[in-house]
């Protein structure tokens, strides 16, 4: 083989790969929910992080139940799609080795996005929209 046609194949291998681990691990979980060892931020500090409830969200998705997603996690409806956005976008790019990378302000603004749902999500009023599902913290039933 000639070595064009190696690297052309290593670059569509790599513009693949994102695209076939989203699927893989949406199928995984379109299965069954894994049962994990649970939030380590929800078990130091009692408090709903930004992610708890995403994998029973994307579960809930895999089979067309968009209240109960939204109960668990209503992130998730911004996030899978943008994964799977980014695993498209990531697979269209030739070639790999070049791949721009995201602004610095559009990953400020993601993180200042998730840090505000976190917040908002463990204010006692805001529980029934944001994490009805997930149920109350104990700091919030005293």
């Given at each position: 083989m000639n070595r064009h046609l190696l690297n052309s194949m290593y670059d569509r291998f790599w513009s693949i790969l994102p695209i076939g681990v989203l699927a893989i691990?949406?199928?995984?979980v379109s299965v069954s929910v894994p049962q994990g060892?649970?939030?380590?931020?929800?078990?130091?500090?009692?408090l709903w992080c930004p992610g708890c409830g995403g994998t029973r969200a994307l579960h809930a998705m895999c089979h067309g139940q968009w209240?109960?997603?939204?109960?668990?996690?209503p992130?998730?409806?911004?996030?899978v799609p943008g994964l799977i956005a980014m695993s498209i976008?990531?697979?269209?790019?030739?070639?790999?080795?070049s791949l721009p990378v995201l602004p610095?302000?559009?990953?400020?603004?993601?993180?200042?996005?998730?840090?505000?749902f976190g917040v908002a999500r463990n204010i006692p009023d805001?529980?029934?929209i944001l994490s009805e599902r997930l149920?109350?913290?104990?700091?919030?039933?005293?």
């Open positions: 691990a949406i199928a995984r060892p649970g939030c380590s931020f929800h078990y130091a500090t009692g209240s109960e997603a939204w109960g668990y996690n992130a998730a409806f911004i996030i976008w990531v697979a269209c790019q030739t070639p790999v080795r610095v302000k559009t990953i400020m603004v993601a993180a200042m996005m998730l840090i505000a805001l529980v029934p149920g109350p913290t104990e700091w919030m039933t005293r």
